[in-house]
């Protein structure tokens, strides 16, 4: 077996005396070894990665660094603009990408990827100034002045990009050219807007706030994380004032430890709450993580969509009132729904609870991957959930996902989330191993005394079916936890020596014994279409009903319907459904059949899956019935 114990190597890390209930395996530990995921994994590397290399060239972003280190002398390049200036936060882009090809190369050499990257870490590691200080955007046209406009410059939030990068650098194959210029970053932040300095200040952008715990983290230095914890307390005090959006885009409304709910840009709340985990857990404060979970647990009740999508407004990219969930006019950034997934981790790590577990596969599987196309190379950067027919005629001919965009931010979060999505599958503790996320895998992890490794062998999400075996075990006893997904209604597991039992309504089934190589436990989650109803205060989808199918929301769209019927006419019938093979959209895609109230028939994809044909309606939730109004 290629797992490895001993070398961790996860986005995430708490120290060995931060609070949690689980602790995690990384790349080193968790491999995916076929399926979907696999698939998955497999397009990111060949297809999706160096695109994005060759993207950030033609776009400018690499050019600008060399623009930083004097290596060039034209102009600064930006596909977008923001106050009359070229975008000032692309830098994040390149760390962003790079944060990709160190999970991914951790995973495995690849040549292509490890030439592109030396020239990108190579220009950044030229263009840092000798004080420590790095930003493409300030250094070329900003007059080399740090820290000027912390409102909208994301500095910061670049800053925190990098760090990761090298964070994930430094774990996934100890190359530390990275960590070299990161720390000298923070260093410069430290100096400048840190605990002794005597600026106040905090960046339009979180982000930086869980990098430096990171950054913590992999040095032992404390400076970070006290560092981390100052810029987290500086919000909510004004230092950024109300801006064209209000205080709360840019997290400046109310402290993080007093802010009720969710509010303000999505991205931004949740990248705070992510760092402000992070703290919590190096700190033991309860307090700071309970606010995050009041915040969260509102999010996931009154303002999410049923992709795990959030952020339902254009205007400011942020939280609308609760139950404001419009699925034509939804938002709902895929970088709204990767911090989700982030937070979602930090959280079950923290607390155990699985209810995070659930959100973060319902974002993963729709939320998430719905902002790539199955080819790896076209994107959306919002993702809603319908699409007109009249929209789809106005826009004669464009189709909804792009190769790039002038504000890149999404593209290269898909790579570092996929490159690095073996660590969100399994957690290890005192007990013996967790298995939250389903996925063919192998998975090692220290356990009573000794190593314990698991085969895990499913063909999920297509189906329920989950086979895990037992490599090898250690003299005592352990305990293998598997995750009951919430939507799982008629789940059965068996272990050795045991019958099949019904495990429906728990939240875990666990077997605690002295295991042998060769034992097995199986799980059925029990896969099958289902129909799910909107809370009834969602006005925009009353009347409606969405077609799921085990951890997969599904959608309707045009490309499926015979001549002449529009989407908007479709309305869903007695629920007779049954899964239909759909290898058209796609190999091993499992459609969904619908029976309409006009008695025809229809079938669903997923709705990951949808916009990967020629333009066309979409919907999620379809109305049921006549769908007149009661006389
Ligand atoms: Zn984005």
């Given at each position: 077996m290629a797992v490895d114990t001993g070398?961790?190597?996860?986005p995430v890390e708490p120290t060995s005396h931060g609070q949690g209930v689980f602790r995690p395996l990384g790349l080193g530990d968790v491999?995916?070894?076929?399926g979907f995921w696999a698939d998955r994994q497999r397009v990111n590397r060949e297809r999706t990665i160096p695109h994005g290399y060759a993207q950030l060239e033609a776009a400018g972003t690499l050019h600008n660094f060399r623009l930083a280190a004097d290596l060039a002398t034209s102009g600064y390049r930006a596909l977008g603009m923001m106050f009359d200036g070229?975008?000032?936060?692309?830098d994040s882009d390149v760390y962003k990408w790079l944060e990709a090809t160190g999970w991914e190369l951790g995973r495995g050499w690849d040549d292509g990827i490890g030439t592109s990257t030396d020239e990108a870490i190579d220009l950044i590691t030229r263009a840092q100034?000798?004080?420590?200080y790095l930003n493409t955007f300030v250094q070329v046209l900003g007059?080399?002045?740090?820290?000027?406009?912390l409102l909208w410059g994301h500095e910061l939030y670049c800053f925190g990009h990098l760090i990761q990068a090298a964070v994930a650098w430094h774990r996934?194959?100890?190359?530390?050219r990275l960590l070299g210029v990161a720390t000298r970053v923070a260093a410069h932040v430290d100096a400048a807007?840190?605990?002794?300095?005597d600026r106040r200040g905090i960046d339009?952008?979180?982000?930086i706030e869980m990098a430096l715990v990171e950054l913590y983290r992999v040095t032992g230095e404390e400076r970070w994380l006290r560092l981390a914890s100052h810029l987290l307390e500086g919000?909510?005090?004004?230092?950024?004032?109300?801006?064209r959006y209000g205080a709360a885009y840019w997290q400046d409304h109310a402290p993080v430890r007093s802010a009720p709910t969710v509010a303000g840009h999505a991205v931004r709340q949740l990248y705070l709450d992510a760092g402000a985990v992070d703290v919590a857990v190096e700190l033991g404060d309860d307090e700071l993580l309970d606010a995050v979970l009041r915040r969260r647990r509102d999010m996931v009740a009154t303002?999410?969509?049923?992709?795990?999508?959030?952020?339902?407004?254009?205007?400011?990219e942020a939280f609308g009132d609760?139950?404001?969930?419009?699925p034509d006019r939804a938002y709902a950034e895929t970088c709204a729904a990767i911090a989700s997934v982030m937070l979602s981790w930090r959280l079950l790590l923290a607390t155990g609870d699985p209810a995070h577990a659930d959100t973060l596969e319902r974002t993963i599987f729709n939320g998430v991957l719905g902002g790539v196309g199955l080819d790896g190379v076209s994107y959306s950067y919002e993702n809603p959930l319908q699409r007109r027919t009249h929209r789809v005629a106005e826009e004669d001919?464009?189709?909804?996902?792009?190769?790039?965009?002038?504000?890149?931010?999404c593209p290269p979060n898909l790579m570092r989330t996929f490159a690095s999505?073996?660590?969100?599958l399994a957690t290890t503790d005192d007990g013996g191993v967790t298995i939250h996320q389903y996925a063919s895998s192998e998975i090692a992890a220290p356990a009573g005394g000794g190593v314990l490794r698991l085969k895990v062998a499913t063909e999920y999400p297509w189906s329920g079916q989950v086979a895990v075996t037992v490599d090898e075990a250690p003299d005592a006893p352990v305990r293998v936890s598997l995750r009951i997904p919430e939507w799982s209604t008629a789940a059965n597991a068996s272990g050795p020596g045991e019958a099949p039992r019904d495990v429906s309504g728990r939240r875990t089934a666990a077997w605690t014994r002295q295991w042998q190589a060769g034992e097995r436990i199986e799980l059925d989650l029990g896969v099958v279409p289902r129909v799910t109803a909107p809370d009834?205060?969602?006005?925009?989808?009353?009347g409606c009903v969405a077609i799921e199918r085990g951890p997969l929301v599904y959608c309707l769209e045009?490309?499926?319907?015979?001549?002449?019927?529009?989407?908007?006419d479709i309305r869903v019938g007695q629920p007779l459904i049954a899964d239909t093979k759909r290898d058209d959209v796609a190999p091993s895609v499992i459609g969904v059949h619908v029976a309409t109230s006009s008695n025809h028939e229809v079938n669903a994809i997923p709705?990951?899956?949808?916009?990967?044909?020629?333009?066309g309606a979409m919907r999620v939730w379809v109305p049921t019935g006549d769908g007149e109004a009661p006389a």
């Amino acid at each position: 077996m290629a797992v490895d114990t001993g070398r961790v190597a996860a986005p995430v890390e708490p120290t060995s005396h931060g609070q949690g209930v689980f602790r995690p395996l990384g790349l080193g530990d968790v491999r995916i070894t076929g399926g979907f995921w696999a698939d998955r994994q497999r397009v990111n590397r060949e297809r999706t990665i160096p695109h994005g290399y060759a993207q950030l060239e033609a776009a400018g972003t690499l050019h600008n660094f060399r623009l930083a280190a004097d290596l060039a002398t034209s102009g600064y390049r930006a596909l977008g603009m923001m106050f009359d200036g070229p975008f000032p936060f692309l830098d994040s882009d390149v760390y962003k990408w790079l944060e990709a090809t160190g999970w991914e190369l951790g995973r495995g050499w690849d040549d292509g990827i490890g030439t592109s990257t030396d020239e990108a870490i190579d220009l950044i590691t030229r263009a840092q100034r000798d004080d420590g200080y790095l930003n493409t955007f300030v250094q070329v046209l900003g007059g080399g002045r740090p820290y000027t406009d912390l409102l909208w410059g994301h500095e910061l939030y670049c800053f925190g990009h990098l760090i990761q990068a090298a964070v994930a650098w430094h774990r996934a194959l100890g190359d530390d050219r990275l960590l070299g210029v990161a720390t000298r970053v923070a260093a410069h932040v430290d100096a400048a807007l840190g605990p002794g300095s005597d600026r106040r200040g905090i960046d339009g952008h979180p982000e930086i706030e869980m990098a430096l715990v990171e950054l913590y983290r992999v040095t032992g230095e404390e400076r970070w994380l006290r560092l981390a914890s100052h810029l987290l307390e500086g919000r909510g005090r004004g230092l950024l004032g109300e801006g064209r959006y209000g205080a709360a885009y840019w997290q400046d409304h109310a402290p993080v430890r007093s802010a009720p709910t969710v509010a303000g840009h999505a991205v931004r709340q949740l990248y705070l709450d992510a760092g402000a985990v992070d703290v919590a857990v190096e700190l033991g404060d309860d307090e700071l993580l309970d606010a995050v979970l009041r915040r969260r647990r509102d999010m996931v009740a009154t303002r999410s969509y049923l992709t795990g999508g959030v952020g339902s407004r254009h205007r400011d990219e942020a939280f609308g009132d609760p139950y404001e969930l419009p699925p034509d006019r939804a938002y709902a950034e895929t970088c709204a729904a990767i911090a989700s997934v982030m937070l979602s981790w930090r959280l079950l790590l923290a607390t155990g609870d699985p209810a995070h577990a659930d959100t973060l596969e319902r974002t993963i599987f729709n939320g998430v991957l719905g902002g790539v196309g199955l080819d790896g190379v076209s994107y959306s950067y919002e993702n809603p959930l319908q699409r007109r027919t009249h929209r789809v005629a106005e826009e004669d001919g464009v189709t909804e996902r792009s190769p790039w965009f002038p504000c890149a931010c999404c593209p290269p979060n898909l790579m570092r989330t996929f490159a690095s999505y073996a660590a969100y599958l399994a957690t290890t503790d005192d007990g013996g191993v967790t298995i939250h996320q389903y996925a063919s895998s192998e998975i090692a992890a220290p356990a009573g005394g000794g190593v314990l490794r698991l085969k895990v062998a499913t063909e999920y999400p297509w189906s329920g079916q989950v086979a895990v075996t037992v490599d090898e075990a250690p003299d005592a006893p352990v305990r293998v936890s598997l995750r009951i997904p919430e939507w799982s209604t008629a789940a059965n597991a068996s272990g050795p020596g045991e019958a099949p039992r019904d495990v429906s309504g728990r939240r875990t089934a666990a077997w605690t014994r002295q295991w042998q190589a060769g034992e097995r436990i199986e799980l059925d989650l029990g896969v099958v279409p289902r129909v799910t109803a909107p809370d009834r205060r969602v006005d925009a989808v009353r009347g409606c009903v969405a077609i799921e199918r085990g951890p997969l929301v599904y959608c309707l769209e045009a490309a499926d319907l015979s001549g002449g019927v529009e989407l908007e006419d479709i309305r869903v019938g007695q629920p007779l459904i049954a899964d239909t093979k759909r290898d058209d959209v796609a190999p091993s895609v499992i459609g969904v059949h619908v029976a309409t109230s006009s008695n025809h028939e229809v079938n669903a994809i997923p709705y990951f899956a949808w916009a990967n044909r020629l333009p066309g309606a979409m919907r999620v939730w379809v109305p049921t019935g006549d769908g007149e109004a009661p006389a």
